[in-house]
């Protein structure tokens, strides 16, 4: 199972495990990741996933010893062997200290996780079904605005998964109205890394002291002076010009940006 950084190799592991009949067995989903793993054996942990499943993530830090184990094991009646790691096929193929016979093996199967960068066609459902578990987790009746989902479909989260289940926790436990707004959203994602990968970075070219968040918390300020100009200061309607919920969401946006309102 590969799939970069946050697309949870891990969850689609146990997603296989538990429409199998080896979830029937207790404690039937064994999981070892294999950086852990550098300095030991994996003979005991197959030994005790025996009529189960044992997924093994980070597969690219198994040893010699243990890939001379996996090899001998595969494959096997009496467990359900399944592999993750963050690398791609061709990345895994070029891995000098890995056995060529043991990835011609698992050549034979492999699952390919689509970075959410990829999934345009079906973004918006997952936000909605990862928001409304996290909502029925936590208990809220938070909803989200249809500009503020467009945000969140928009974003490119390179983070993947991980990424979007720990903005949308954000956004329900912190939020302050019964609507989630676009605002809302934007103050969550100026707190989250942003893309290294060069195709993600919608600019020809970048200054090198170029700081996105302050960049934003900047452009944040002219628009609420404009606003403020706009509307005589008041703080009503700027807050709906400007997309807040109400004017005391408002009025600690300033507060946190230093404008006095």
Known sequence: ILGEKGCQTKNLALGIH?????SLKENGFNHIDCFYFQEKSIEE????AEGGTLFLENIEYLNLD?????????????????????????DFQGLEKFNPLLIEDLSNMVLNIPPLRERSEDIINIIRGRFNKIKAEINSTAQLSDTALEILSKYHWPGNDSELDKALRQLVLFASEAII?????????????LSTEPELIPFKSLEKDFNLREHLKEETKRFISAAESQFGGNLKKMATALGYENHQTLVARMKSLGIKG
């Open 18 to 22: 538990n429409e199998s009949s080896r």
């Open 45 to 48: 942990p197959f030994k005790n």
């Open 66 to 90: 243990n890939q001379e184990t996996l090899s001998l094991n595969l494959p096997s009646k009496n467990v359900r062997i399944l592999l993750g790691s963050n690398l791609s096929f061709t």
């Open 181 to 193: 707004s676009n605002a809302d959203v934007m103050e969550v994602l100026l707190d989250f890394p």
